[in-house]
């Protein structure tokens, strides 16, 4: 079974600087897609931005762009000029090809952001 | 835009006691999904529905939780009798068919937050 793996349970980072978070994954498929959620505090979770693996091409998304290395299994994600609204907990999530309709979820990394 | 619909949002109840939980999924969404979030954690699948039927409940506790999509489209996620550690916070998701207008991401709901006492 495909995993999911976040390293980072915590991280912080000062307002207006950038941060960078780490997930890796294992998979024996060749196309498949890849997320980053974000989750306030009691709050709904929801897409930052998505990754298809037979695009080269990082994704970007204003303030936010991954790092895709495919050979890797590497999907970081990049949170430039971090604002307060930044705080969250982020999920990394996998979704294969083979069984289109099965996610897999990172533990997920907690994101401070100090004024 | 559409959304995710899910109520109530918020329950307290004592052990013992029978819940239910509610999720509309985005209209035309045959995937449907119930996570369960433990604070702090990531979301673990409870129960997965593709149209009106069960296509993956192996981490559903079946002894006490039971779920059902009876028409295909909004779903309901029981629990009888709660217990303490059934404390989290239930999550309804749900996923457009393979195709070329499948963006591939997964839709939450604001999901309903369970205390049990």
């Known amino acids: 079974a495909q995993t999911v793996t976040q390293s980072q349970p915590e991280m912080s980072v000062q307002e207006a600087e950038t941060v960078t978070l780490s997930c890796t994954y294992d998979?024996?498929?060749?196309?498949?897609?890849l997320f980053w959620y974000k989750q306030p505090p009691s709050r709904q979770m929801i897409l930052v931005i998505r990754?298809?693996?037979?695009?080269?091409q990082n994704a970007t998304e204003n303030r936010f762009s991954v790092n895709f290395q495919k050979a890797a299994k590497s999907f970081s994600l990049k949170i430039s000029d971090s604002q307060l609204g930044d705080a969250a907990m982020y999920f990394c999530?996998?979704?294969?090809?083979?069984?289109?309709?099965?996610?897999?979820f990172g533990s997920g990394t907690k994101l401070n952001v100090k004024p | 835009e559409a959304e995710v619909a899910q109520s109530p949002r918020y329950k307290i109840t004592e052990k013992s006691q029978a819940v239910a939980f509610w999720c509309d999924p985005i209209s035309g969404h045959a995937t449907l999904y119930w996570y369960r979030q433990i604070l702090g954690q990531g979301p673990e699948l409870l129960v997965q529905f593709q149209d009106e039927s069960v296509v993956d409940d192996s981490q559903l506790p079946k002894d006490r939780f039971s779920a059902e999509r009876l028409k295909g489209v909004d779903s309901t996620l029981k629990i009888q009798p709660a217990e303490l550690g059934d404390s989290a916070m239930y999550l309804c998701a749900s996923s457009g068919s393979r195709g070329v207008a499948n963006t591939g991401e997964l839709f939450f709901g604001e999901g309903s937050r369970l205390t049990v006492l």
């Open positions: 990754q298809e693996a037979y695009k080269q």
């Open positions: 999530a996998y979704r294969g090809l083979y069984n289109f309709n099965k996610f897999y």
């Open positions: 998979t024996s498929e060749s196309d498949y897609y």
